[in-house]
Protein backbone atom coordinates (compact mmCIF):
# COMPACT_ATOMS: atom_id res chain seq x y z
CA UNK A 1 0.00 0.00 0.00
CA UNK A 2 1.05 3.45 -1.32
CA UNK A 3 2.46 5.53 1.58
CA UNK A 4 0.06 8.83 2.40
CA UNK A 5 1.77 11.48 1.16
CA UNK A 6 2.78 14.42 3.96
CA UNK A 7 0.96 17.95 3.67
CA UNK A 8 2.42 21.14 2.68
CA UNK A 9 1.01 24.54 4.49
CA UNK A 10 3.32 27.83 3.51
CA UNK A 11 3.11 31.08 5.27
CA UNK A 12 4.61 34.25 4.09
CA UNK A 13 4.47 37.40 4.79
CA UNK A 14 6.90 40.70 5.51
CA UNK A 15 9.06 40.48 8.40
CA UNK A 16 7.17 41.24 11.58
CA UNK A 17 3.97 39.66 10.44
CA UNK A 18 4.17 36.50 12.92
CA UNK A 19 5.63 34.34 10.92
CA UNK A 20 7.57 32.59 13.47
CA UNK A 21 5.07 32.40 16.04
CA UNK A 22 2.93 30.64 13.99
CA UNK A 23 5.62 27.95 13.22
CA UNK A 24 6.15 27.77 17.32
CA UNK A 25 2.49 27.01 17.81
CA UNK A 26 2.89 24.04 14.95
CA UNK A 27 5.79 22.66 17.43
CA UNK A 28 3.53 22.25 19.84
CA UNK A 29 0.99 20.20 18.26
CA UNK A 30 2.10 17.46 17.74
CA UNK A 31 4.82 14.94 18.79
CA UNK A 32 8.20 13.99 17.27
CA UNK A 33 8.20 17.20 15.30
CA UNK A 34 11.87 18.93 14.32
CA UNK A 35 12.88 22.60 13.60
CA UNK A 36 14.93 24.28 10.82
CA UNK A 37 16.13 27.23 10.55
CA UNK A 38 18.89 29.21 8.09
CA UNK A 39 22.69 29.01 10.09
CA UNK A 40 22.95 32.89 8.76
CA UNK A 41 19.68 34.04 10.87
CA UNK A 42 21.39 35.44 13.79
CA UNK A 43 19.28 38.60 15.01
CA UNK A 44 17.25 37.72 18.23
CA UNK A 45 20.04 34.34 18.86
CA UNK A 46 22.66 32.70 17.95
CA UNK A 47 21.56 29.38 19.74
CA UNK A 48 19.32 26.31 17.70
CA UNK A 49 16.41 27.67 18.27
CA UNK A 50 13.48 29.04 16.55
CA UNK A 51 12.75 32.61 18.33
CA UNK A 52 10.81 35.39 17.67
CA UNK A 53 11.27 38.91 18.48
CA UNK A 54 9.37 38.87 21.46
CA UNK A 55 11.46 36.25 22.95
CA UNK A 56 9.26 33.08 22.43
CA UNK A 57 11.28 29.88 21.02
CA UNK A 58 11.55 25.71 20.32
CA UNK A 59 14.39 23.84 19.55
CA UNK A 60 15.80 23.87 16.15
CA UNK A 61 18.38 22.30 13.44
CA UNK A 62 20.90 25.11 12.14
CA UNK A 63 21.32 24.67 8.66
CA UNK A 64 23.89 26.19 6.03
CA UNK A 65 21.53 28.18 3.20
CA UNK A 66 23.40 26.64 0.30
CA UNK A 67 23.17 23.09 2.04
CA UNK A 68 19.14 22.28 2.55
CA UNK A 69 19.87 18.94 2.14
CA UNK A 70 20.85 18.35 5.44
CA UNK A 71 17.26 18.63 6.41
CA UNK A 72 16.79 16.06 4.70
CA UNK A 73 19.53 14.04 6.03
CA UNK A 74 18.69 14.76 9.56
CA UNK A 75 15.22 13.67 9.50
CA UNK A 76 15.80 10.31 7.84
CA UNK A 77 18.33 9.63 11.16
CA UNK A 78 15.80 9.86 12.95
CA UNK A 79 14.56 6.80 11.32
CA UNK A 80 10.60 7.28 10.35
CA UNK A 81 10.08 9.14 14.11
CA UNK A 82 9.54 12.65 12.95
CA UNK A 83 6.04 13.27 11.67
CA UNK A 84 6.56 17.06 11.13
CA UNK A 85 9.17 19.30 10.20
CA UNK A 86 9.03 23.31 10.48
CA UNK A 87 11.28 25.58 8.42
CA UNK A 88 11.76 28.61 9.13
CA UNK A 89 13.32 31.89 6.43
CA UNK A 90 12.29 29.71 3.70
CA UNK A 91 13.80 32.97 1.10
CA UNK A 92 17.87 32.54 2.69
CA UNK A 93 17.76 28.82 1.43
CA UNK A 94 19.26 27.92 -2.08
CA UNK A 95 16.83 26.52 -4.66
CA UNK A 96 17.31 22.99 -3.54
CA UNK A 97 14.91 23.82 -0.53
CA UNK A 98 12.04 22.66 -2.97
CA UNK A 99 13.55 19.03 -3.45
CA UNK A 100 14.16 18.44 0.19
CA UNK A 101 10.41 19.48 0.69
CA UNK A 102 8.87 17.36 -1.64
CA UNK A 103 10.81 14.50 -0.57
CA UNK A 104 9.57 15.67 2.82
CA UNK A 105 5.91 15.37 1.94
CA UNK A 106 6.68 11.94 -0.42
CA UNK A 107 7.60 10.21 3.17
CA UNK A 108 4.66 11.14 4.61
CA UNK A 109 6.16 14.24 6.63
CA UNK A 110 3.76 17.11 7.54
CA UNK A 111 6.15 20.52 6.64
CA UNK A 112 5.19 23.81 7.91
CA UNK A 113 7.52 26.77 6.00
CA UNK A 114 7.45 30.40 6.35
CA UNK A 115 9.32 33.02 4.60
CA UNK A 116 9.51 36.14 2.85
CA UNK A 117 8.49 36.00 -0.46
CA UNK A 118 9.57 39.05 -1.31
CA UNK A 119 12.19 41.23 -1.01
CA UNK A 120 12.72 44.75 -0.51
CA UNK A 121 12.94 45.34 -3.76
CA UNK A 122 9.59 43.53 -4.47
CA UNK A 123 11.75 41.29 -6.45
CA UNK A 124 11.30 36.86 -5.78
CA UNK A 125 13.42 36.12 -2.58
CA UNK A 126 14.12 32.26 -2.42
CA UNK A 127 12.66 29.49 -3.41
CA UNK A 128 9.19 30.78 -0.93
CA UNK A 129 7.10 31.19 -4.30
CA UNK A 130 7.52 28.01 -5.85
CA UNK A 131 6.86 26.18 -2.68
CA UNK A 132 3.55 28.07 -2.34
CA UNK A 133 2.79 26.42 -6.01
CA UNK A 134 3.19 23.19 -4.72
CA UNK A 135 1.35 23.67 -1.19
CA UNK A 136 -2.12 22.43 -0.10
CA UNK A 137 -2.87 25.34 2.01
CA UNK A 138 -0.77 28.90 1.65
CA UNK A 139 -1.37 31.71 4.32
CA UNK A 140 -0.34 35.28 3.95
CA UNK A 141 0.42 37.46 6.48
CA UNK A 142 0.58 40.83 7.09
CA UNK A 143 2.23 43.20 9.45
CA UNK A 144 1.45 46.87 10.26
CA UNK A 145 2.96 50.11 8.37
CA UNK A 146 5.51 52.07 9.67
CA UNK A 147 4.61 55.05 7.52
CA UNK A 148 4.01 58.47 10.37
CA UNK A 149 1.75 61.01 9.92
CA UNK A 150 1.37 63.92 12.12
CA UNK A 151 -1.60 62.57 14.00
CA UNK A 152 0.24 59.01 14.36
CA UNK A 153 1.34 55.93 12.36
CA UNK A 154 -0.15 54.43 9.24
CA UNK A 155 -0.86 51.18 10.93
CA UNK A 156 -2.33 49.86 7.28
CA UNK A 157 -1.82 46.13 6.54
CA UNK A 158 1.51 46.33 5.08
CA UNK A 159 2.78 43.21 2.95
CA UNK A 160 6.46 44.81 2.05
CA UNK A 161 9.39 45.59 3.48
CA UNK A 162 11.53 48.16 2.83
CA UNK A 163 14.88 48.98 3.52
CA UNK A 164 16.21 52.05 5.54
CA UNK A 165 20.41 52.05 4.32
CA UNK A 166 21.78 51.29 0.49
CA UNK A 167 22.60 47.89 0.84
CA UNK A 168 24.56 45.99 -2.67
CA UNK A 169 23.17 42.46 -2.31
CA UNK A 170 19.53 41.13 -1.62
CA UNK A 171 20.58 38.91 1.18
CA UNK A 172 21.52 41.73 4.17
CA UNK A 173 20.63 39.66 8.11
CA UNK A 174 18.83 42.57 10.38
CA UNK A 175 16.01 43.36 12.25
CA UNK A 176 14.68 46.85 12.82
CA UNK A 177 18.04 49.18 12.52
CA UNK A 178 17.91 48.05 8.79
CA UNK A 179 14.09 47.03 8.25
CA UNK A 180 10.51 48.31 8.02
CA UNK A 181 7.22 47.63 6.89
CA UNK A 182 5.01 49.12 5.09
CA UNK A 183 1.40 49.46 3.18
CA UNK A 184 1.31 49.83 -0.89
CA UNK A 185 0.95 53.60 -0.54
CA UNK A 186 3.53 54.29 1.64
CA UNK A 187 6.22 51.61 0.21
CA UNK A 188 7.44 54.07 -2.44
CA UNK A 189 8.05 56.75 0.35
CA UNK A 190 9.26 54.46 3.31
CA UNK A 191 12.05 52.28 0.66
CA UNK A 192 15.59 53.10 0.37
CA UNK A 193 16.25 51.37 -3.06
CA UNK A 194 19.08 51.37 -4.36
CA UNK A 195 19.34 52.58 -8.19
CA UNK A 196 19.20 54.90 -10.48
CA UNK A 197 18.18 58.42 -9.67
CA UNK A 198 15.81 58.28 -12.79
CA UNK A 199 13.92 55.27 -10.91
CA UNK A 200 14.09 57.53 -7.68
CA UNK A 201 12.79 60.38 -8.95
CA UNK A 202 9.99 58.61 -10.59
CA UNK A 203 8.73 57.15 -7.24
CA UNK A 204 8.64 60.80 -5.78
CA UNK A 205 6.58 61.77 -8.44
CA UNK A 206 4.27 59.20 -8.63
CA UNK A 207 4.21 59.94 -4.18
CA UNK A 208 3.74 63.45 -4.68
CA UNK A 209 1.39 63.47 -7.28
CA UNK A 210 -0.95 61.67 -5.88
CA UNK A 211 -1.41 64.30 -3.29
CA UNK A 212 -1.87 67.03 -5.80
CA UNK A 213 -4.79 68.51 -8.14
CA UNK A 214 -4.51 66.63 -11.50
CA UNK A 215 -3.72 69.71 -13.19
CA UNK A 216 -0.65 69.51 -11.57
CA UNK A 217 0.78 66.26 -12.32
CA UNK A 218 1.60 67.02 -15.87
CA UNK A 219 4.00 69.81 -14.54
CA UNK A 220 5.66 67.16 -11.89
CA UNK A 221 6.00 64.81 -14.49
CA UNK A 222 8.11 67.45 -16.47
CA UNK A 223 10.19 68.38 -13.45
CA UNK A 224 13.97 67.61 -13.35
CA UNK A 225 16.66 67.35 -11.27
CA UNK A 226 19.94 68.45 -12.05
CA UNK A 227 21.75 66.14 -14.58
CA UNK A 228 25.48 67.70 -13.84
CA UNK A 229 27.30 65.53 -11.17
CA UNK A 230 30.50 67.37 -8.95
CA UNK A 231 34.03 66.05 -10.14
CA UNK A 232 34.45 62.40 -8.25
CA UNK A 233 38.13 62.61 -6.59
CA UNK A 234 40.86 60.04 -6.77
CA UNK A 235 42.92 59.28 -3.89
CA UNK A 236 46.16 61.13 -3.90
CA UNK A 237 49.03 60.71 -1.20
CA UNK A 238 49.32 64.79 -2.11
CA UNK A 239 46.17 66.24 -0.70
CA UNK A 240 44.19 66.02 2.41
CA UNK A 241 40.71 64.38 2.22
CA UNK A 242 37.45 66.19 1.92
CA UNK A 243 34.18 65.07 4.03
CA UNK A 244 30.35 66.31 3.74
CA UNK A 245 27.93 65.87 6.36
CA UNK A 246 24.68 65.85 5.32
CA UNK A 247 20.85 64.09 6.48
CA UNK A 248 17.49 62.49 5.93
CA UNK A 249 16.11 66.00 6.94
CA UNK A 250 16.58 68.73 8.93
CA UNK A 251 17.39 68.74 12.69
CA UNK A 252 18.98 65.32 12.14
CA UNK A 253 21.98 66.43 13.48
CA UNK A 254 23.96 67.35 11.02
CA UNK A 255 25.84 70.57 11.76
CA UNK A 256 26.58 69.10 15.48
CA UNK A 257 28.01 66.02 13.86
CA UNK A 258 30.26 67.93 11.45
CA UNK A 259 31.30 69.73 14.32
CA UNK A 260 32.12 66.66 16.74
CA UNK A 261 33.87 65.28 13.95
CA UNK A 262 36.19 67.75 13.44
CA UNK A 263 36.82 67.82 17.05
CA UNK A 264 37.60 64.19 17.01
CA UNK A 265 39.63 64.18 14.44
CA UNK A 266 41.98 67.11 16.00
CA UNK A 267 42.66 65.24 19.01
CA UNK A 268 44.28 62.32 16.84
CA UNK A 269 46.95 65.50 16.13
CA UNK A 270 44.96 65.95 12.49
CA UNK A 271 44.71 69.58 10.64
CA UNK A 272 40.57 69.89 10.22
CA UNK A 273 39.05 72.94 8.53
CA UNK A 274 35.52 72.29 9.88
CA UNK A 275 32.90 74.67 7.05
CA UNK A 276 29.51 75.40 8.81
CA UNK A 277 26.44 76.14 6.90
CA UNK A 278 25.89 79.98 7.54
CA UNK A 279 22.05 80.11 7.92
CA UNK A 280 21.88 83.12 10.56
CA UNK A 281 23.56 85.33 7.66
CA UNK A 282 20.65 84.36 5.35
CA UNK A 283 18.99 88.00 5.38
CA UNK A 284 15.85 86.40 3.61
CA UNK A 285 15.44 82.98 6.10
CA UNK A 286 13.53 84.13 8.73
CA UNK A 287 11.14 85.17 6.06
CA UNK A 288 11.18 82.40 3.96
CA UNK A 289 9.53 80.63 6.48
CA UNK A 290 6.13 82.88 6.57
CA UNK A 291 5.17 80.90 3.82
CA UNK A 292 6.50 83.17 0.94
CA UNK A 293 7.19 81.59 -2.64
CA UNK A 294 9.41 84.99 -3.03
CA UNK A 295 11.64 84.79 0.31
CA UNK A 296 11.82 80.82 0.03
CA UNK A 297 13.61 81.79 -3.35
CA UNK A 298 15.90 84.17 -2.09
CA UNK A 299 16.82 82.00 0.77
CA UNK A 300 17.49 79.03 -1.43
CA UNK A 301 19.40 81.51 -4.10
CA UNK A 302 21.35 83.10 -0.99
CA UNK A 303 22.34 79.02 -0.13
CA UNK A 304 23.11 77.79 -3.24
CA UNK A 305 25.25 81.06 -4.39
CA UNK A 306 27.20 80.63 -0.59
CA UNK A 307 27.71 76.98 -0.92
CA UNK A 308 28.96 77.08 -4.34
CA UNK A 309 31.85 79.31 -2.53
CA UNK A 310 32.21 77.12 0.33
CA UNK A 311 32.90 74.27 -1.59
CA UNK A 312 34.86 76.20 -4.20
CA UNK A 313 37.27 77.60 -1.72
CA UNK A 314 37.30 74.13 0.24
CA UNK A 315 41.13 73.47 2.11
CA UNK A 316 44.56 72.23 1.05
CA UNK A 317 46.31 71.91 3.94
CA UNK A 318 44.16 70.27 6.18
CA UNK A 319 41.07 67.53 6.34
CA UNK A 320 37.93 69.67 4.62
CA UNK A 321 34.46 69.25 6.46
CA UNK A 322 31.56 70.42 4.83
CA UNK A 323 28.11 70.85 6.92
CA UNK A 324 25.15 70.50 4.22
CA UNK A 325 26.44 69.31 0.75
CA UNK A 326 24.95 71.85 -2.43
CA UNK A 327 22.93 68.38 -3.15
CA UNK A 328 20.90 68.90 -0.05
CA UNK A 329 20.32 72.45 -0.53
CA UNK A 330 18.76 71.84 -3.80
CA UNK A 331 16.66 69.67 -1.58
CA UNK A 332 15.37 71.97 0.47
CA UNK A 333 13.87 74.02 -2.78
CA UNK A 334 12.41 70.79 -4.45
CA UNK A 335 10.70 70.03 -1.08
CA UNK A 336 9.19 73.23 -0.76
CA UNK A 337 8.10 73.47 -3.98
CA UNK A 338 6.64 70.00 -3.88
CA UNK A 339 4.64 70.75 -0.66
CA UNK A 340 3.58 73.91 -2.24
CA UNK A 341 4.71 76.38 0.18
CA UNK A 342 6.99 77.77 -3.76
CA UNK A 343 5.49 78.42 -6.99
CA UNK A 344 6.09 76.08 -10.12
CA UNK A 345 7.09 80.07 -11.36
CA UNK A 346 9.34 80.95 -8.58
CA UNK A 347 11.33 77.15 -8.60
CA UNK A 348 11.78 77.45 -12.20
CA UNK A 349 13.88 80.33 -11.49
CA UNK A 350 15.80 78.70 -8.92
CA UNK A 351 16.76 76.15 -10.99
CA UNK A 352 17.92 78.16 -13.35
CA UNK A 353 20.06 79.96 -11.10
CA UNK A 354 21.39 76.37 -9.43
CA UNK A 355 22.12 75.18 -12.75
CA UNK A 356 24.02 78.08 -13.84
CA UNK A 357 26.97 77.35 -11.20
CA UNK A 358 29.17 74.97 -12.76
CA UNK A 359 29.07 72.30 -10.14
CA UNK A 360 30.75 70.05 -12.74
CA UNK A 361 33.79 72.09 -11.98
CA UNK A 362 33.93 71.12 -7.71
CA UNK A 363 35.14 68.57 -6.52
CA UNK A 364 32.72 65.89 -5.09
CA UNK A 365 33.52 64.86 -1.36
CA UNK A 366 35.85 61.47 -0.90
CA UNK A 367 33.55 60.65 2.48
CA UNK A 368 29.69 61.32 2.40
CA UNK A 369 28.18 60.65 5.95
CA UNK A 370 24.98 60.25 5.60
CA UNK A 371 22.71 60.30 8.57
CA UNK A 372 19.61 58.26 8.97
CA UNK A 373 16.45 58.65 11.08
CA UNK A 374 13.53 57.13 11.91
CA UNK A 375 9.61 58.48 11.57
CA UNK A 376 9.15 58.59 14.73
CA UNK A 377 12.25 60.55 15.87
CA UNK A 378 12.20 62.29 13.08
CA UNK A 379 7.98 63.77 13.92
CA UNK A 380 9.52 64.19 17.33
CA UNK A 381 12.65 66.29 16.37
CA UNK A 382 10.35 68.77 14.08
CA UNK A 383 8.25 69.00 16.96
CA UNK A 384 10.34 69.87 20.06
CA UNK A 385 13.73 70.60 18.81
CA UNK A 386 12.96 73.32 15.82
CA UNK A 387 14.04 76.53 16.05
CA UNK A 388 11.06 79.08 16.34
CA UNK A 389 11.46 79.95 12.67
CA UNK A 390 11.04 76.70 11.56
CA UNK A 391 6.97 76.03 12.84
CA UNK A 392 5.95 74.20 9.61
CA UNK A 393 4.44 70.91 9.22
CA UNK A 394 6.21 67.74 10.12
CA UNK A 395 5.13 65.80 6.89
CA UNK A 396 7.42 68.59 5.24
CA UNK A 397 10.65 66.67 7.30
CA UNK A 398 9.70 63.36 6.31
CA UNK A 399 8.98 64.36 2.66
CA UNK A 400 12.06 66.02 2.53
CA UNK A 401 14.01 62.88 3.77
CA UNK A 402 12.22 60.86 0.57
CA UNK A 403 13.94 63.56 -1.80
CA UNK A 404 17.10 63.51 -0.35
CA UNK A 405 17.22 59.72 -0.71
CA UNK A 406 16.64 60.31 -4.33
CA UNK A 407 19.65 62.47 -5.29
CA UNK A 408 21.56 60.18 -2.78
CA UNK A 409 20.52 57.03 -4.44
CA UNK A 410 22.81 58.56 -7.37
CA UNK A 411 25.64 59.19 -5.45
CA UNK A 412 27.85 56.19 -6.81
CA UNK A 413 30.79 59.17 -7.34
CA UNK A 414 30.79 59.38 -3.86
CA UNK A 415 32.08 56.86 -0.73
CA UNK A 416 28.80 56.63 1.64
CA UNK A 417 28.55 56.73 5.09
CA UNK A 418 25.02 55.59 6.47
CA UNK A 419 24.65 56.39 10.26
CA UNK A 420 21.31 55.94 12.33
CA UNK A 421 21.18 59.06 14.30
CA UNK A 422 17.81 57.49 16.68
CA UNK A 423 19.90 56.87 19.90
CA UNK A 424 22.62 58.66 19.30
CA UNK A 425 23.69 62.15 20.75
CA UNK A 426 26.56 64.16 19.05
CA UNK A 427 26.62 66.83 21.27
CA UNK A 428 27.94 65.52 24.40
CA UNK A 429 31.56 63.51 24.27
CA UNK A 430 31.01 59.71 24.18
CA UNK A 431 30.50 57.17 22.48
CA UNK A 432 28.84 58.64 19.69
CA UNK A 433 31.34 61.04 18.46
CA UNK A 434 34.19 58.28 18.95
CA UNK A 435 31.84 56.32 16.70
CA UNK A 436 30.98 58.84 14.40
CA UNK A 437 34.93 59.54 13.66
CA UNK A 438 35.70 55.58 13.62
CA UNK A 439 33.64 54.56 10.93
CA UNK A 440 34.96 58.03 8.74
CA UNK A 441 38.34 56.72 9.27
CA UNK A 442 37.85 53.75 8.43
CA UNK A 443 36.25 54.68 5.34
CA UNK A 444 39.06 56.51 4.45
CA UNK A 445 41.98 54.58 5.51
CA UNK A 446 40.06 51.66 2.80
CA UNK A 447 40.98 54.69 0.24
CA UNK A 448 44.13 54.74 0.86
CA UNK A 449 44.74 57.03 3.60
CA UNK A 450 46.34 54.92 6.10
CA UNK A 451 47.75 56.34 9.52
CA UNK A 452 51.45 55.98 8.47
CA UNK A 453 51.74 57.54 5.74
CA UNK A 454 49.27 59.92 4.97
CA UNK A 455 47.61 61.54 8.07
CA UNK A 456 50.39 62.72 10.38
CA UNK A 457 53.17 61.50 12.51
CA UNK A 458 52.07 62.61 15.61
CA UNK A 459 48.98 60.27 15.13
CA UNK A 460 49.51 57.14 17.30
CA UNK A 461 49.28 53.67 16.38
CA UNK A 462 47.01 52.50 19.14
CA UNK A 463 44.51 55.64 18.95
CA UNK A 464 44.21 54.81 14.88
CA UNK A 465 43.29 51.14 15.59
CA UNK A 466 41.05 51.96 18.46
CA UNK A 467 39.01 54.38 16.40
CA UNK A 468 38.52 51.58 13.67
CA UNK A 469 37.50 48.96 15.54
CA UNK A 470 34.65 50.94 17.19
Known sequence: MAKKRGRLVVRY?????????????????VADTLAFKPDIDTRYTRKPVLRTHDGKSVPAVMV??????????????????????????????SGGLVKVVRNLIGMGIDVY????????????????????????????????????????????????????AKKDTQIVVGADELYGVACEDHYQALHFKTGSQKQWWSRIKKLVGANHQKSDWSW?????????KRRPLKFSFDRWPRIEVVADSMRVGKTTAARALGIEL?????????????????????????????????????????????????????????????EMDFAYALTNVLMGRMSKEHFKDYFKFYSSHKWENLPAPDVLVYLTISDEALVKRALESVRDLEKIDPSYFLLMR?????????????????IDTDDLDFSKEG??????????????????????NSFTAEMKRQDWFAMVAI
Not at 149 to 157: I, S
Open 13 to 29: GPMWSDKTSWLIKQFGK
Open 64 to 93: PIDQPEKIFEAVKRKRGVIKRVLIDETNFF
Open 113 to 164: TAGLILDTDLQDFGPTRKLTRMADEVVESFARCDFMFLTGRCGRRARFNYFK
Open 220 to 228: FRRLKLPSK
Open 266 to 326: KKLGLPVRVSLEDWSNNPYLEKSYLDSSEWILLSQEWFAKKKFEQIKRGEKEAIFIQDVSP
Open 402 to 418: AVNRTWLADSDHMTVVN
Open 431 to 452: PARKALAGQVLKKLHDLGWKWD
